[in-house]
């Protein structure tokens, strides 16, 4: 019963999204300390599984990358295998500063490669899309040894391709809260992050979209320094 129930919600909201060739996904939001900071986050949620790493080059300037992979496949009473893979990576470069008060700002900004697949026999869809999208993500919190919250605002410029031909552009507005709590070196980590595409095409994306996430994030250069 409780399969059959989950197979009913996958489906309709395969269904409901089949002209939506975007989802959005965890924000990174690594809040480097310092020069040499070495920061793994991977987590999972709502839109899939995220990984990221950031480096801190200077006591002011990082550094992350970002990968996203959303996949929902489902066969509904019997039905043909319908399905949906959309993968994402990411740049991007910034600014960061931490206050003697503990609080914490940094400004990064990037470029994201999207690309969305899928059949949905029901509708009779393919879909084949890729996407450039450039962005720019102020976040604001506070931060300690043992616990960080922290409020970000990714706003970016998204544009997608259908065979090299422009299909959609939109502006995406993703605002997000991330709480982080545990050890100097490991701590587990829990986001809320909302999407809002601003212009008319919207419906190419999967706006109005709440992404909610667990995760961990690693002080790689920290477990090192401590080890050896």
Do not use: W
Not at 213 to 222: A, E, H, I, K, Y
């Amino acid at each position: 019963m409780k399969h059959n129930l989950l197979l009913i919600i996958v489906s309709c909201f395969l269904l409901c999204s089949c002209s939506r060739v975007y989802y959005p996904y965890a924000l990174s939001v690594p809040a480097l300390d310092e020069q040499g900071d070495v920061k793994l986050n991977l987590n999972v949620g709502a839109s899939g599984m995220n990984g990221n790493l950031a480096v801190g080059i200077t006591d002011n300037l990082g550094v992350f990358v970002n990968g996203n992979l959303f996949n929902l496949e489902v066969s509904y009473n019997n039905g043909p295998l319908q399905y949906l893979i959309n993968e994402s990576s990411e740049l991007a470069i910034g600014y960061y500063v931490n206050t003697a008060n503990n609080m914490f700002f940094d400004v990064f900004s990037g470029i994201n490669y999207i690309n969305t697949s899928g059949y949905l026999d029901e509708q009779n869809q393919n879909i084949q899309m890729h996407g450039l999208r450039l962005f720019t993500q102020p976040t604001v919190g506070y931060k300690n040894t043992e616990s960080q919250l922290l409020f970000s605002l990714k706003c970016g410029y998204v544009e997608f391709f259908e065979q090299k031909k422009p299909y959609s552009t939109n502006i995406t507005i993703e605002p997000a809260v991330t709480f982080k709590y545990g050890g100097e070196n490991i701590k587990g980590t829990v986001q809320f992050m909302h999407n809002e595409a601003l212009l008319l095409d919207g419906n190419y994306l999967n706006a109005n979209f709440m992404s909610f996430s667990l995760g961990v994030q690693v002080n790689l250069d920290g477990i090192i320094m401590n080890n050896f």
